[in-house]
């Protein structure tokens, strides 16, 4: 099993533009997750989903979508790059809300 | 105030010695407790999973919690340099599935 999977695992934008962070997990997990990391700040909630077609704001959601088309994919949106978005992105899953989460690798962005 | 602080460390031990890792936490209706391990450059992998009070141990790591004293530790006996890394603790309540994390310690061994 790969796990959770996120794609790509290094990206630098200007301010402005915008992309998409990839995330994959192969374990039929119905709860999905993205955080941020920032130095002596932990981990930040962003955008959570229960399930397909079901999403929610976490603690820091300004400046990010996310969609839940599928149970194995939930992609994270950056609408308009800013520097305050510098940060390194985990995605995680759980078999249910309430269970332990499993996280990839991470995504490290530079916005510049 | 943070609603799960850490100290962030450094903490650095030499190989073989006993580790005790500490958060503390202020909301009383936390129910389910956290550790998660992390790797530089890696995510976080967990550790422990509790709920409520009392001990738990996993091989060399012990995991405890306190409600009356909103404390939450995890011991590591005969640490070894792989041990090196961020150790987070993390906590949720039952009505609300939202992990609150700390900022995590990081933990030098030594060899």
């Known amino acids: 099993n790969a796990g959770v999977t996120q794609t790509p695992k290094f990206q630098v934008l200007k301010t402005g533009q915008s992309m998409t962070l990839q995330c994959a997990q192969d374990?039929?997990?119905?709860?999905m997750s993205w955080y941020r990391q920032d130095p002596g700040m932990g981990l930040r909630l962003i955008h959570y989903s229960v399930g397909a077609g079901i999403t929610d704001q976490g603690e820091v959601p300004n400046g990010y979508n996310v969609s839940r088309s599928t149970t194995e994919d939930f992609p994270l949106r950056l609408l308009s790059a800013a520097p305050s978005q510098t940060s390194v992105y985990f995605c995680?899953?759980?078999?249910?809300?309430?269970?332990?989460?499993?996280f990839g690798d991470g995504t490290r962005l530079s916005i510049l | 105030q943070k609603e799960v602080e850490q100290d962030p460390g450094p903490l650095s031990v030499p190989e073989g010695a006993i580790v005790s890792l500490n958060c503390t936490y202020s909301?009383?209706?936390?129910?389910?407790f956290m550790w998660y391990r992390q790797y530089s450059r890696k995510g976080p992998e967990l550790l422990m999973y509790?709920?409520s009070s009392g001990n738990k141990e996993d091989g060399r790591f012990t995991a405890q919690v306190d409600k009356s004293s909103k404390y939450i530790s995890l011991f590591i006996r005969d640490s070894q340099p792989s041990d090196s890394a961020t150790y987070l603790c993390a906590s949720y309540m039952d009505s609300n599935y939202q992990l609150i994390w700390g900022a995590g310690t990081k933990l030098i061994i030594k060899p």
């Open positions: 909301n009383s209706a936390f129910q389910y």
């Open positions: 374990m039929n997990h119905e709860y």
């Open positions: 995680a899953s759980s078999y249910k809300a309430n269970q332990p989460q499993h």
């Open positions: 509790t709920y």
